[in-house]
């Protein structure tokens, strides 16, 4: 159930909630559907964000057993005050 979740979320219109469904693929490894990585192509090449871009990116390559540089753009640290909620 949790993985529907997380597939949902890739298509979250926040990019912050792409991001994190993005990096939480990378962590669950082989559990990922292939049928997710032309989602995740897609979105390392034509994100709105370049953070997601970078994200999908680096999980491509984690999933593809490959070791990824480490990120260059900083983390997105947003707390609810920040963002006006």
Same mark, same amino acid.
């Given at each position: ?10 298509? +979250?219109?926040?990019?912050? !909630? /792409?991001?994190? #469904?993005?990096? @939480? &693929?990378? *962590?669950?490894?082989?559990?990922? =559907? ?12 034509? +994100?709105?964000?370049?953070? !997601? /871009?970078?994200? #999908?990116?680096? @999980? &491509?390559? *984690?999933?593809?057993?490959?070791? =990824? ?12 005050? +920040?963002?006006?909620?």
């Amino acid at each position: 159930m949790l993985g529907f979740i997380v597939i949902a979320a890739l298509t +979250d219109s926040v990019s912050y !909630v /792409r991001c994190a #469904a993005v990096e @939480t &693929l990378g *962590l669950m490894g082989e559990r990922v =559907p292939s049928s997710i990585y032309p989602t995740l192509r897609e979105m390392s090449g034509s +994100d709105d964000s370049a953070h !997601v /871009r970078q994200r #999908a990116t680096r @999980t &491509l390559l *984690l999933l593809h057993g490959l070791t =990824p540089a480490p990120l260059t753009l900083t983390i997105i640290d947003s707390t609810l005050e +920040d963002l006006g909620e």
